[in-house]
C-alpha cells in the first residue's frame, strides 16, 4: 500500500486517482500507524510553506514523516511537497521545513515576460543523468508546473531534473529512496503517470514482488 499524506492541503485525490489509474492500491491518511505498515508514502500539497508545516506540526505527522524516510522505504515528495523537505523557504521566514535534505527555497525572481506563479508545461533536462523516476520517458519530458517558490538544493548531485524559468529551477530530486517533483506528475499526463508507475514499481521492490 502507498500511504498519501493528509496534512490538510489540496490535491490528494488527484494523486489518489492517478495512482488508482495505474493499478496502485493507495490510501489517504493522516493517522502515523498506517505509514508505519506502508510499502511507499507519497508528501503531496499546494499552499502555503509555513501553513503546511504548523498541519503536520498538528496531526503529529513530522516526526512519522521523517522516521518513515530514515527507514529506507520510497518516498515521493510532490510540488509543496518537495518544498516541505528542505530547510526553510523564503514564504515564511522562520519556519523550519522538515530538514531532510539541504537547501532552500526562493521565490521565483520577476522577470520580463515572465508570470509568477510559474503556470503551465515546461520541459526537464538531467544533469546528472537520468534517474529511476524518469526511466522510459522521452528525451525531455514536459511536464506540468504551478509554483511560485523554486528549490535551490545545496548538494547539486541529488538534482535529478532541471528547468527553466527565469532560472534554473531544481525541479526534482533523488537521494537514496527519496524522491521528489516540483511539478505535478498526476497532471502531466503519459509522461507523468510514467513517473507515477515508476515509482510505484520502486515500492513493489520494497515489498519483494
Known amino acids: 500500500m502507498i500511504a498519501i499524506i493528509d496534512y490538510g492541503a489540496g ?5 489518489r486517482k492517478a495512482l488508482d489509474f495505474i493499478g496502485c492500491e493507495a490510501r489517504v491518511t493522516d493517522r502515523p500507524e498506517d505509514l508505519e505498515t506502508a510499502e511507499a508514502a507519497v508528501l503531496p500539497g499546494v499552499g502555503a510553506f509555513g501553513d503546511a508545516m504548523a498541519s503536520l506540526e498538528s496531526r503529529g505527522l513530522v516526526d512519522p514523516v521523517r522516521a518513515f524516510i530514515r527507514q529506507g522505504k520510497p518516498f515521493l515528495g510532490i510540488c509543496l511537497g518537495l518544498q516541505l523537505l528542505f530547510d526553510s523557504s523564503e514564504e515564511s521566514p522562520g519556519v523550519k521545513g522538515l530538514g531532510v535534505l539541504p537547501g532552500k ?42 509554483h511560485s517558490y523554486y528549490l535551490k538544493a545545496e548538494d547539486p548531485q541529488i538534482v535529478a531534473a532541471t528547468t527553466e524559468y527565469g532560472v534554473t529551477i531544481h525541479a526534482s530530486v533523488e537521494k537514496g529512496n527519496l524522491f521528489a517533483c516540483q511539478f505535478h506528475p498526476e497532471k502531466s499526463g503519459a509522461e507523468g503517470l510514467q513517473i507515477l508507475q515508476n515509482f510505484a514499481a520502486l515500492a513493489a521492490g520494497e515489498k519483494g514482488e
Open 11 to 15: 490535491n490528494l485525490q488527484s494523486v
Open 105 to 146: 527555497i526562493l521565490r521565483i525572481p520577476d522577470g520580463e515576460g515572465l508570470k509568477v506563479p510559474h503556470i503551465g508545461w515546461n520541459s526537464l533536462s538531467f544533469p546528472n543523468g537520468r534517474g529511476r523516476l524518469f526511466a522510459g520517458l522521452s528525451q525531455e519530458p514536459y511536464v506540468y508546473f504551478v
